[in-house]
């Protein structure tokens, strides 16, 4: 065995070594979030005992067991830092400047400790009320210099750096104890307690910091829920001080606000879409596509709203930006050999962001277009990257673009025609496969969409021929269109234009029986009863023939 050959084995045995590591973690992880130690001491909870699981029985949940340990430790941390926080917030002011320092850090200190006390007994617990003990100490650094009445620190930067040297001792002790208890605990109260007071443009520096040191978790240890929640809760944070914010006079925008929320904005996007495409592949496709979902939310949300209430004539740069960003997004998924769900998300959630900016710079003929031209890409789309999810998406927006050409009196009839077309692209690019795309397998099955592209292209149909046809053969022209469904379907061998051609049919028989024999003049009944029956008995005479050959 030659040198290289050497490598190469001892490569794929520290790979394997690596994932074993990775399992044995992940079973650590679930062992502490059920309240469980090492197989030779018993499990304990404060409340329920030890717990012994009796081998081949089937695990019953109990909820009240679940609601008594799990929720109730987390609710009454919450209320107690809650409360404390209060309490150094409106009276810590009437002490002195030493007593204040000294009394918060006590308070986290005897927290923190109380809850090593109870972890020999309960580690679950003892962990809720240890995280609880750095949240406090946390808010108390926060406190000295942002709420007035406690303030000691005057300078921001001394404050930052301090709040930043906290949340790396917070990261650091979490990690050590490999407690996502405790990191979850104290990074969410940390979060939660900077919410209790006005928000400020220091609060989202705090925040940012926070949701830093809860990302260095799901990039290191792969846990999902403490930066989930400290996404949420970083937006949350946002959203107070957005809507917080004084009002504008009509015609005074405030550039420098609107820049410094969108600058927020998208360090929040950029971090999180990071510490998600750092390693996608070891993430489950729920927590992928729950990240991927609320950071666009969030990003979407608040900047278009700072983006319409200060500066209405950039709304719709600033979706185009938001689009390309999850564009971006996409194609970093792609480098990064994300799981394809991860991929198709920020595909599709680009597209949604994509149709949402047109009404915000076209209107009438050209906001029609342009919903049908992105329509149609992004059936393109979900054609090449074999995604059903894509290709639902196209034929919403199709859907949509064909109402609002219903709803345009600015040449409706091309605009029907262009309806037709693609919503007849769209439905066929699940049928063909050219030799460079991939195999249509995976379209197969999908015949509501299918369904929906033809009930769209017959809709656009019965319309365009509504604007072109007089209002004396409005129900012949129904039944023209009609036929034209049947001989699509014919030539595409697909039955569900046929049966909208049979649904135009009723349609225009419909109409005939309610509408035309009482209002039309003589001479347009027998010309629409005339060809009516003709096109019903050519129709028919093709399905004989059809069925003859088949037998």
């Given amino acids: 065995m030659n040198a290289e050959e050497e490598q190469g084995e001892l490569r794929e045995r520290v790979q394997r070594l690596e994932q074993l590591v990775t399992l044995l973690e992940t079973r650590l992880h679930h062992l502490e979030g059920a309240g469980l130690r090492a197989p030779s001491t018993p499990p304990l909870t404060e409340a329920s005992g030890p717990s012994v699981p009796v081998p081949g029985a089937e695990p019953r949940a109990d909820l009240e067991a679940h609601l008594g340990t799990y929720w109730l430790s987390r609710l009454g941390i919450v209320a107690l830092i809650t409360g404390i926080a209060y309490l150094i917030t409106y009276r810590f002011g009437e002490l002195g400047m030493l007593v204040r320092v000294v009394l918060g850090y006590m308070l986290s200190a005897g927290l923190g400790a109380l809850g090593l006390w109870i972890s020999r007994r309960s580690l679950l617990f003892g962990r809720i009320v240890f995280g609880g003990g750095l949240a406090l100490a946390y808010f108390v650094t926060y406190a000295l210099h942002f709420i007035p009445s406690v303030r000691v620190i005057d300078n921001q930067v001394l404050a930052l750096v301090l709040l930043a040297a906290f949340v790396l001792g917070i990261v650091v002790t979490a990690q050590r104890m490999h407690s996502e208890t405790v990191a979850g605990i104290a990074l969410f109260l940390g979060l939660h307690t900077g919410m ?18 809860a990302l260095f978790f799901l990039v290191k240890n792969r846990w999902v829920i403490v930066p989930l929640s400290s996404l949420v809760s970083v937006y949350s944070t946002h959203t107070l001080w957005a809507v917080r914010a004084p009002g504008l006079a009509p015609g005074a925008p405030d550039t420098g606000r609107l820049l410094l929320s969108l600058s927020f904005l998208a360090l929040y996007f950029l971090l999180f879409s990071v510490a998600l495409l750092a390693r996608p592949r070891e993430l489950s496709a ?11 939310v969030g990003l979407l949300a608040l900047g278009a709203y700072e983006v319409q209430t200060r500066s209405a004539p950039h709304l719709f740069t600033f979706l185009l930006v938001t689009a390309l960003a999850q564009g971006a997004g996409a194609l970093v998924a792609r480098w990064r050999q994300a799981p394809p769900p991860l991929l198709h998300a920020y595909l599709a959630l680009g597209a949604i962001t994509l149709a949402l900016a047109m009404p915000a710079h076209f209107s009438a003929t050209p906001l029609v277009v342009s919903w049908l031209v992105t329509g149609t890409g992004v059936g393109l789309a979900a054609r090449a990257l074999a995604s059903p999810a894509l290709r639902g998406l196209s034929v919403a927006i199709l859907l949509v673009g064909l109402a609002a050409a219903q709803l345009t009196g600015t040449r409706p009839s091309a605009l029907f025609a262009a309806a037709f077309a693609c919503f007849l692209l769209v439905e066929r690019l699940g049928e063909f496969r050219p030799a460079w795309l991939p195999p249509p397998e995976v379209f197969r099955g999908h015949g509501l969409l299918q369904a929906l592209c033809a009930g769209g292209a017959g809709l656009s149909l019965v319309w365009l021929v509504g604007q072109e046809m007089p209002a004396g053969l409005i129900t012949l022209g129904w039944a023209l269109t009609a036929s034209g469904m049947f001989a699509v379907g014919f030539a595409f061998h697909e039955r569900r234009y046929r049966f909208v051609g049979i649904a135009g049919l009723a349609l225009a028989l419909g109409r005939l029986l ?11 009944r027998v010309i629409t009863f005339i060809l009516l029956g003709v096109l019903l008995l050519l129709i028919s005479y093709t399905y004989t023939r059809l069925k003859e050959r088949k037998g």
């Fill in 196 to 213: 209790l007071s006005d928000v400020t443009a220091f609060t989202l520096l705090s925040t940012t910091l926070l949701a830093m040191g």
């Fill in 286 to 296: 729920r927590a992928c596509l729950a990240f991927v979902s609320l950071n666009w």
């Fill in 514 to 524: 309610l509408v035309d024999l009482s209002r039309l003049p003589t001479d347009q």
